[in-house]
């Protein structure tokens, strides 16, 4: 019977093995030095206990490093034998080696792993201990490492991978590593076996015996492989457009005021705006990245323009001529060849016509021409995908909508047929038609072709919904299946005015969607609202089914099941959580993430108007900024730029002369060197001076040693430069400058939700003035002739002070002489609800107290 159980758990972890590794991708991140102490991620294999072997035994496990980090020392695990001696596998950034740690002492086994397999790919390490003789082996894929002698207490021990708190063996140092498939062999039998393919908790299932290891601040693998997550949204000037930068992980989104850059390699990822002019961007352009040259490109076929970007000044060459007709080639697909050097457009619709014309622009003579086909016929169309392979030969163009007239009145109808075009030989060559089933649908502009497992990845989307939905796919480039990987993500679909695309990034190894939403090119201000998706590569199938053969052991068949179904439950419960979810990027602060989603912010209280006819500068509520032409451009500041502009500004209004050099460094850059300091106290002082041009006649000049905000511009509107001269012209209450005072704080408290050390005496100074000039107020204000302006100044005290007890009163008394009951009772029961969260205890003073 023994023997029978024995064989069962081999059958049975040898299934699990084939189960986790057939199309899915699982395993745990640890976050490391990059993320707070307190936030580092630890596995502990028996939190409760240790575990104890009578024979000889063997850990494996699979361990992958992250790219792209700064810090990779510290401990992939350390095994604790008898509470108090440490066998530790660590890794030394220094020397790039792997070593074993007995107690105090380095041992002889010390390793390397080549970078490219030890970045890129799955690295199996085993520790295999010999407890009769003392001995430790090392195998790397199965291949001798390196054997010591090992002091050993007892036969039972502690498994603690990454960070670990425990007793004086606690740590925080590990390398940003993942881990999967940890496996204990007791001589050589199956005892344990942990795949790490849980998708949330902070729990993970042995699953031979069932016993529970426990996991702290868990990054799952698996659900990053299933689910599409919306990294980035938000809004731009003009008809936005899309390209990717390769090989420094970059996307850029082309408008009219303003280039967005999203950078994936950053942990976390950041998104900058570059403040530039882009004159008469005309719908229908397309941008593109040309990796090999590292030149951005706006590309306006009907017009045979390629305009590039220049990096040095942040400019556009050129602009588009003005008075051109729409474009006649709407979704038209391009690509860059490397085997010639030349940009090729291909498809489209305009007209009432759809296209299958083939153009080539010559960077070098910056000329373009048509390409005649030489191969098998290509219908005209548009809404096709188009992906090219590494080496620039080929381009394969997958699907669409067209007819074969061309002529959008004859006979238009879906195409799934896919096409290879040879660069060299400039012909088609039609591969096979895809299945598309009952359901029709067209392409995203690109797909990305992987040469090596000769695959194709895609979006497709319904084309007949405004609230459509993007799919992503993978098929074969030699037959005509395919399968759906993922989830859904939300595409707002209006034909000519929307836009989506894909992107491979080899360096984050993700897949980026882009979905863009023009608004109508009739309309007053043209606009795009963008929105940013990531997934990690390679994405598995959405609700993956693994045939398991027939077994005569009913246990195993039904064990698998059940842990299937929990995967499938656990799935389900994850993305209720998280299909909602909002990703917040580096360079885009809480404050402002709700600015960040749309460009034309009504605000209604400016300058005692409900429009922004001025350009303005608020301080008092969220931080704001509207430009000369009325619009917000909060989200050009980065949280440097903001800082920084708020440092000199508050310093110049509060003193008169502004801020030195050495005070800057200090507060923004008091953890670097002096020369670094001033690097980047120059570089972000000319962003920061392009950024007030926008605003108006005011820069930031350096005078006499200190760096002062200077305004010339008659109609330029800074809340707090208004705030402190009606301060310094009343220091005590006077009842004319109550109105202006009103209309000033009203948009709530100081910088709110804004928060820096060096700040706190200014908002704290800032908040007892305006309690002291309201409170002030309501003194030479009448409740039974201005019980409104009473409430409303009432009101201004409790932005800056929740639980002013003067407030209170005035205000409940205000409602009572109104005969506003209701609204005087739960005024009241609002400030003892706050009070009694704040303070602990309840407000001693009744209702009755307060309004008598």
């Not at 850990?59 to 350390?78: A, C, H, M, N, V």
């Not at 004159?279 to 076929?301: A, E, M, P």
């Not at 939905?469 to 929307?498: A, C, V």
């Not at 928060?755 to 409170?775: A, M, P, R």
């Amino acid at each position: 019977m023994l023997l029978m159980w024995r064989l069962i758990n081999s059958i049975a972890i040898a299934v699990l093995v084939h189960v986790n590794c057939f199309g899915q991708t699982y395993g745990l991140t640890f976050s490391s030095h990059e993320a707070f102490l307190e936030k580092r991620t630890s596995l502990d294999l028996s939190p409760d206990d240790s575990l104890c072997f009578s024979k000889n035994f063997n850990l494996g496990f699979d361990i992958k490093f992250i790219p792209e980090k700064e810090t990779y020392f510290g401990y992939i695990i350390r095994i604790i034998n008898g509470n108090d001696l440490n066998i530790d596998l660590i890794y030394d950034q220094r020397a790039s080696m792997f070593k074993i740690i007995n107690g105090e002492t380095i041992t002889d086994i010390s390793f390397a792993i080549d970078s490219l397999q030890l970045y890129k790919v799955w690295t199996t390490l085993n520790m295999v201990f010999d407890l009769d003789n003392n001995q430790l082996k090392c195998f790397i894929n199965g291949k001798m490492a390196g054997e010591t002698s090992i002091k050993l207490k007892n036969s039972c021990f502690k498994l603690l991978w990454g960070a670990n708190d425990f007793q004086q063996f606690k740590t925080r140092d590990l390398p940003p590593m993942q881990l999967k498939n940890i496996k204990i062999n007791e001589q050589q039998k199956p005892r344990y076996f942990w795949p790490l393919d849980e998708i949330h908790g902070d729990q993970c299932i042995d699953k031979i015996t069932g016993r529970v290891a426990r996991v702290k601040n868990p990054g799952w693998i698996k659900p990053k492989h299933l689910n599409w997550i919306q990294v980035a949204s938000f809004t731009l000037r003009g008809y936005g457009g899309a390209a990717f930068d390769s090989k420094k992980d970059k996307l850029y989104i082309a408008g009219s005021d303003s280039l967005a850059i999203y950078t994936l390699r950053n942990d976390p990822p950041v998104i900058d705006f570059i403040p530039n002019q882009h004159q008469n961007l005309l719908v229908g352009h397309q941008s593109i990245y040309d990796s090999v040259t590292d030149k951005l490109y706006d590309i306006y076929k009907d017009q045979k323009k390629v305009i590039p970007f220049d990096f040095s000044t942040a400019q556009w060459k050129e602009g588009f001529a003005l008075g051109a007709p729409i474009t006649e080639f709407w979704h038209a697909n391009k690509f860059i060849s490397v085997a010639d050097s030349s940009l090729y457009v291909i498809a489209g619709y305009g007209q009432l016509r759809y296209k299958n014309e083939i153009s080539r622009y010559h960077f070098s003579t910056k000329t373009w021409d048509r390409v005649t086909n030489m191969g098998d016929s290509f219908p005209p169309r548009y809404l096709a995908a188009l992906g090219t392979t590494a080496d620039g030969q080929f381009a394969y163009i997958l699907g669409g909508y067209g007819s074969h007239t061309g002529d959008q009145m004859l006979d238009p109808n879906y195409y799934y047929d896919l096409y290879r075009y040879d660069v060299k030989n400039r012909s088609f060559k039609k591969i096979y038609n895809l299945k598309p089933g009952a359901n029709q649908f067209t392409f995203a502009n690109s797909m990305i072709i992987d040469s090596a497992s000769n695959q194709y990845y895609a979006l497709i989307f319904p084309n007949d919904l405004f609230n459509s939905h993007l799919q992503l796919i993978r098929g074969s480039l030699s037959d005509s299946t395919f399968q759906q990987l993922g989830n859904p993500i939300e595409y707002n679909y209006h034909d000519i005015q929307s836009f989506a695309d894909l992107y491979y990034s080899q360096v984050s190894n993700k897949l980026i969607a882009v979905t863009m939403l023009y608004s109508k090119y009739e309309a007053k201000e043209q606009t795009t609202q963008v929105k940013i998706y990531t997934i990690d590569f390679p994405p598995d199938v959405l609700n993956d089914s693994v045939a398991v053969a027939k077994s005569n052991n009913s246990r195993l068949f039904i064990f698998l099941s059940v842990l299937a179904l929990a995967a499938l439950s656990g799935y389900v419960l994850f993305k209720s959580k998280f299909r909602n979810k909002k990703v917040l990027l580096a360079g885009v602060s809480p404050e402002t993430e709700g600015d960040l989603t749309t460009r034309n912010v009504n605000v209604t209280d400016n300058h005692f108007q409900g429009k922004n006819n001025r350009s303005s500068i608020y301080f008092f509520g969220q931080f704001q900024v509207i430009d000369k032409e009325g619009y917000d451009i909060t989200r050009l500041f980065t949280p440097l730029l903001k800082e920084l502009l708020l440092v000199i500004i508050i310093h110049s209004i509060k003193n008169g002369r502004g801020i030195s050099s050495e005070g800057i460094n200090e507060i923004l850059w008091h953890d670097k060197s002096e020369k670094d300091a001033k690097n980047n106290r120059s570089v972000n002082l000319v962003k920061l001076k392009l950024l007030l041009e926008k605003v108006g006649d005011c820069a930031i000049n350096k005078e006499e040693g200190f760096w002062q905000f200077q305004n010339a511009d008659k109609d330029l509107y800074i809340d707090y430069m208004k705030y402190s001269s009606l301060i310094q012209a009343n220091p005590k209450p006077v009842r004319e400058s109550i109105d202006p005072l009103l209309h000033i704080i009203n948009r709530g408290p100081f910088l709110f939700k804004t928060e820096y050390g060096w700040l706190d005496n200014t908002k704290s100074e800032v908040s007892s003035q305006v309690i002291d000039q309201c409170l002030g107020y309501l003194v030479h204000l009448d409740m039974h002739k201005e019980p409104e302006k009473i409430i409303e100044v009432a009101n201004s005290i409790f932005y800056f002070d929740p639980l002013n007890e003067e407030a209170l009163i005035y205000k409940c008394k205000s409602l009572v002489s109104l005969k506003r009951y209701t609204q005087a009772n739960n005024a009241y029961l609002k400030f003892i609800k706050d009070y009694r969260e704040i303070y602990g205890e309840d407000y001693v003073k009744s209702f009755h107290e307060i309004i008598t």
